[in-house]
């Protein structure tokens, strides 16, 4: 199904299925642990090994030699592969550092060889007797360092640079100015299910049980990393304990997991330690940010520039923080300019919302800073400067934008009336009060998506999909929409995901699988349809499916019944035209926070949070919800507390694991709350949705730094927001 004009009244607007807060179909199995995860697996997988991977000792410079001898003689040990004896391989499209490292090494912990053994215990043990002669170049670890010599390199989706009209002079000639550059750190996705995976090999052909996001990309950079067709090989990943765009690439759990296995002609089971999921995989990586906002006295911004300096391997792809700011607000006279420097940290790749969650981070300060300037209410400022049209192009409208609704009808559930705006003059007991604002954005991105939907003599509807659940309810928004679309109880559809012999889907990541997958689901349902509606020898049109029945005029007929002993099956999927081209297609949300400082110790708590998201159909509230949340808790750690601490000197992230990278618990988080606004985009696809689970990080943290400010008059731009960088200039508290 090609997706080429606007969306007009379909199965899915019913509402019967989609659109209810229905329970995740994969709940139980969660809940009672019959949910296999990529370490899990047994079926098919007889006698397995046991791999450990040997990481590098140094960011940069070369392996001068290994001695294995003692590892060989080691109990239980099968194999130990290395780039000197795995065969030639290649590289993925996708990795920027070869995921078998030697006898060049290109960061910390890169992968330099697996021991396998017959158990996890023995390969353990027989790494440790591994010798490596290393010969340690110098190397660049320093963002701040290095900055000046960056290069440009384009942003995902668009260039380095971007100019509308003159900044230059706009800037030096607007009444009231702002220039002021903020920092982010390094960050981990530090999900809670490590990468993982187990190999199989029969004969030339290898399955993969790994946990990965993005089944098709896996298997085209398997195969092209081994050199064999990509028919050969079958990637199985049904389950993900979350992933947050580190698992969107193949990593080397599954590479050396696969080499092992063809080493000794076993089934081998790989999971990286804690600390290589840190510095041998991916993160975010670090920022820095110089924004100016020139504006009139009415407030209209005349000139706004941003400028993002971040680091990556040679190769690599930059943040890309300036993504937003080329969208969000209105102004003649605009420039943005991304660099990218070369360090030998580990790699640094998409992590949830990449680009405009850091992006935001430092420009919705700005914004404050800039209203306060003009003695606006942030909110005001925001909403003089909203724009209908893209500020680059604007002969492009936006397909919907409700940024301006999201901040006046948070505005007024949080009491932002009620707020001082003048810093430091609330106080409850101990704690000094203040409340902040960010605007929140991220683009609707499309891609297509492909699935199979069979009907069986039960009236059963089975979906197959390799689309993948991190954790995000894509069983269960699939199985609503098969549901709505055949007529049948959300209990009579069987999902089944993760499996590369399954259709091409969409993939989980960028806030992009919820509404594509769903409608490629919903375009092999048409197929159904139209398939069941010639059996019975209705007219497709006029047919319709409710209740698990066919229907025209005065004759019904089961659902089961055009099935038959055979069944149906379907396949088709969902492919765009250029409708994102003309019309920008984004979604938008507002973030209120209230957080509370010691006024002795400028200890910060978080005392109240909400969003209010406008983001397409919501297919399922419950879940969508859950994704939201679970997103601005992230962004209470971006605020506060997450930061993987560089070593300059040897080149890797110190606080590499759950104890030292610091992440919110339970008592860290209050009670959240959000308010989806009531809005399909038919431009969109067949489902009129977009995507959530982005949007709730994206402001988040400059919400929480801008209610600090509120609190304490002190303003941080360099994160995390730590009581060190607010103690010594906290107000007098006599």
């Excluded at 988080?669 to 995507?691: N, R, V």
């Excluded at 400059?702 to 941080?716: D, E, K, L, S, W």
Aim: charged share 20%; aromatic share 6%; proline share 5%.
């Amino acid at each position: 199904m090609r997706f080429e004009t606007p969306a007009t009244t379909n199965p899915i607007d019913q509402l019967k299925v989609i659109g209810k807060p229905a329970d995740r179909i994969d709940g139980p199995l969660k809940t009672a642990g019959t949910a296999r995860y990529a370490y899990e697996h047994h079926e098919g997988v007889s006698n397995p090994a046991y791999g450990y991977v040997i990481g590098s000792a140094i960011a940069k410079g070369r392996i001068a030699g290994i001695d294995l001898t003692a590892a060989k003689s080691a109990p239980g040990v099968r194999a130990i592969v290395t780039a000197d004896n795995a065969g030639k391989l290649g590289k993925g499209d996708r990795n920027t550092a070869k995921l078998l490292g030697g006898p060049d090494i290109e960061h910390y912990h890169q992968a330099i060889a697996l021991v396998v053994a017959d158990t996890f215990e023995q390969a353990r043990a027989a790494a440790e007797l591994v010798r490596v002669d290393y010969v340690r170049t110098d190397g660049a670890f320093d963002l701040a360092a290095v900055k000046d010599i960056a290069k440009p390199r384009p942003v995902f989706g668009g260039p380095a640079d971007t100019a509308v009209g003159n900044f230059a002079d706009a800037f030096a000639a607007a009444p009231v100015q702002l220039d002021a550059t903020y920092t982010t750190p390094d960050q981990a996705h530090a999900m809670m299910e490590p990468h993982a995976s187990i190999a199989a090999w029969n004969g030339d052909k290898l399955t993969l049980w790994t946990s990965n996001q993005m089944i098709a990309w896996g298997v085209g950079e398997v195969a092209k990393t081994l050199d064999i067709p990509k028919e050969n090989v079958r990637l199985i990943s049904p389950f993900i304990g979350g992933g947050f765009g580190s698992k969107l690439f193949v990593r080397s759990d599954a590479l050396l997991a696969a080499l092992g296995a063809r080493a000794t002609g076993r089934p081998v089971k790989v999971a990286l330690p804690r600390p290589f999921v840190f510095n041998n995989t991916t993160h975010r990586p670090a920022t820095i940010q110089r924004i100016r906002i020139g504006a009139a006295r009415d407030g209209k911004i005349s000139a706004i520039g941003h400028e993002e300096w971040s680091g990556n391997l040679p190769g690599g792809r930059s943040e890309g923080a300036v993504a937003q700011t080329r969208l969000l607000y209105a102004g003649a006279n605009r420039m943005t300019a991304t660099r990218l420097a070369e360090l030998n940290l580990p790699e640094g790749n998409a992590m949830r919302a990449p680009g405009e969650a850091s992006g935001m981070m430092a420009l919705e300060i700005a914004v404050d800073e800039i209203a306060e300037r003009l003695g606006i209410d942030p909110i005001e400022f925001r909403i003089i400067n909203d724009t209908q049209v893209d500020p680059e192009k604007s002969e492009r409208p936006f397909s919907q934008r409700r940024l301006t609704e999201c901040l006046r009808i948070g505005a007024e559930r949080f009491g932002w009336n009620k707020r001082n705006p003048q810093p430091g003059r609330v106080r409850d007991g101990r704690w000094m009060v203040g409340i902040g604002t960010a605007a929140a954005f991220r683009n609707n991105l499309l891609t297509k998506s492909a699935a199979r939907v069979r009907l069986d003599s039960n009236g059963t509807v089975t979906v197959e999909t390799d689309m993948t659940d991190i954790g995000t309810g894509s069983y269960t928004i699939i199985g609503q929409t098969a549901a709505e679309m055949m007529g049948v109880p959300l209990e009579k559809v069987v999902v089944r995901l993760g499996d590369s012999t399954f259709p091409v889907s969409s993939g989980s990541g960028g806030q992009w699988g919820a509404n594509n997958s769903t409608a490629g689901v919903y375009a092999a349902c048409v197929k159904l349809r139209e398939a069941v509606a010639q059996k019975l020898g209705f007219n497709s049109a006029e047919a319709e499916f409710a209740d698990g029945e066919v229907r025209a005029g005065n004759r019904a007929v089961p659902l089961a019944q055009a099935a038959g002993e055979g069944g149906l099956t379907a396949e088709d999927g969902i492919e765009y035209g250029d409708l994102d081209k003309k019309q920008q297609q984004s979604t938008f949300g507002a973030h209120f926070d209230e957080v509370g400082v010691d006024v002795a110790t400028a200890e910060i708590r978080v005392r109240r949070m909400l969003a209010v998201c406008a983001a397409g159909r919501i297919l399922n509230p419950k879940t969508a919800r859950s994704q939201v949340i679970g997103a601005m808790t992230m962004g209470v750690g971006a605020a506060l507390m997450e930061e993987l601490v560089v070593d300059k000197r040897a080149g890797f992230f110190v606080n590499h694991d759950l104890a030292g990278y610091e992440v919110p618990v339970h008592a860290d988080i209050p009670h959240q709350d959000m308010i989806f606004l009531d809005e399909t985009d038919p431009m969109s696809s067949p489902m009129k949705a977009k995507g959530v689970a982005e949007l709730g990080i994206c402001g988040v943290a400059a919400a929480v730094a801008n209610a600090i400010y509120n609190a304490t008059g002190v303003r941080v731009r360099d994160y995390p927001i730590t009581l060190d960088k607010l103690l010594e200039r906290l107000p007098d508290v006599g």
